[in-house]
Structures are given as structure tokens and as C-alpha cells.
């Protein structure tokens, strides 16, 4: 089976903290993507990456920033957080080509108070 | 604008009560349309992946349908356990743009 993990399940901060979020894949897919969900929003994808240290912008990358320094890790940083960014994020992994399927991870729940 | 819709935006059924959720897009290009149900405080898990008109997928109760603008995803007598928020999403290019969802609810 597929397996997406994400670092946290919950996690509360403080306005102004810098924010690292973990995902880790163990299928060793290229492509690796970071979305918000929002109610009423749906999902929005903030960056994705195609492979390692490689990184794309995605609908909503304003105050966020990635790394990927290796396949199966990629990593997303709030690098001063705000109220406004307090969300469920998802990261998903994938392959584009004849499976083009994505894979989610359980989702983060971040408050920033 | 390139954009992808879900209707109904939620939809009641009683248990066995068969019916469809409607994923629309205007997307150019199109690579693949996905389906997805998704549990409340869970990731979106992955159903089906439809890549030309007139393909159709099947898992279980649920059966995915495609035409050149709308995908359907038909639910056959179902259960409580189907309960759930249905997304679809369509890749084009690069990209991969979710539509809204809709909200089922099965009720016993």
C-alpha cells in the first residue's frame, strides 16, 4: 500500500514562528505536492515539486516556501506564520505518466493564534 | 477561465437509493479527471483515474463515467459507510485543479 505520512496531525502556533511542515512518501514517486483545504475553498495547491531540489509555484505560494532535498521527503515552511494561515494541509504524492494518480496524507490541522 | 464544478453541492440519500454526483470542467488539454472521497478531518483517498471520453472505472458501489466535458461517478444502492465528501480533479498540462466537492449523506 501507498503511504503519505505527514509529520503532524495538530499543531498550534504562535503569530510570527517559523513553520516546518514534514511529508514523507515510501513509493517513490516524483512528484510531491503541498495543498491547503479550507471550507468553502476547497483544495488550493500552494507548491509542488517534480524532483528533488526542484520546485514549481503553485495556485497560492505567497508566504510559503518548500525544500526537497531528497525523493521521498518534501517539506513545507511557513517562514512567518499568520492568522490567515491557519488551515488543514495536505501533502500528496504522485506520479505523471500512465498511473497519474495522487496519493494524500492524513492532513496537518495548524491553528496560528 | 480553465475551472472544474461539483454538483449537487450536498445530496441526501436513504440507504439503496441509487443516484449521481456531476464533476464539470473547461479545462484544454485534458491528461486525466480523478476521483476522490474524502472522510471529514482525513486526506482525500484516491478512487478512480479516467483519462478518455467514453471510459468507464467500477469499485464496489461506485461506477465513473466520462465525456468530453463532465465526468459522472454513479452510486448504486448505497450504504451509510458511503457517507463521505466527493472530489473530483482534473490534470491538464502541469496542473491539477480540484472541484468544490459535494457532501453525501447516507442516511440508514
Known amino acids: 500500500d501507498v503511504k503519505v505520512t505527514q509529520s503532524s496531525r495538530y499543531l498550534v502556533k504562535r503569530t510570527g514562528e517559523k513553520v516546518f511542515l514534514e511529508c514523507v512518501q515510501d513509493m517513490d514517486h516524483e512528484n510531491m505536492f503541498w495543498y491547503r483545504q479550507d471550507p468553502g475553498l476547497g483544495l488550493r495547491l500552494i507548491y509542488f515539486s517534480y524532483d528533488v531540489k526542484m520546485k514549481e509555484k503553485g495556485d497560492i505560494p505567497e508566504g510559503y516556501s518548500v525544500s526537497r532535498e531528497k525523493k521521498e521527503r518534501f517539506s513545507l515552511i511557513l517562514e512567518s506564520a499568520s492568522t490567515n494561515q491557519t488551515s488543514m494541509y495536505l501533502c500528496?504524492?504522485?506520479?505523471?505518466?500512465?498511473?497519474?494518480?495522487?496519493?494524500f496524507g492524513p492532513g496537518t490541522r495548524l491553528t496560528v493564534l | 477561465e480553465d475551472q472544474v464544478t461539483q454538483s449537487p453541492e450536498a445530496l441526501r440519500l436513504q440507504e439503496g437509493e441509487s443516484s449521481s454526483l456531476n464533476c464539470s470542467y473547461t479545462v484544454s488539454g485534458l491528461r486525466g479527471l480523478f476521483w476522490y472521497r474524502q472522510d471529514p478531518g482525513k486526506g482525500p483517498e484516491f478512487l478512480f483515474t479516467?483519462?478518455?471520453a467514453g471510459e468507464e472505472k467500477e469499485k464496489e458501489r461506485l461506477k465513473a463515467t466520462l465525456t468530453k466535458k463532465e465526468s459522472f461517478l454513479h452510486i448504486t444502492a448505497p450504504k451509510p459507510e458511503d457517507s463521505a465528501t466527493y472530489l473530483c480533479?482534473?490534470?491538464?498540462?502541469?496542473?491539477?485543479?480540484f472541484g468544490p466537492g459535494t457532501r453525501l449523506s447516507v442516511l440508514p
Open positions: 500528496a504524492s504522485g506520479t505523471w505518466g500512465s498511473t497519474d494518480t495522487q496519493y
Open positions: 480533479a482534473v490534470g491538464y498540462g502541469q496542473n491539477f485543479v
Open positions: 479516467l483519462y478518455s
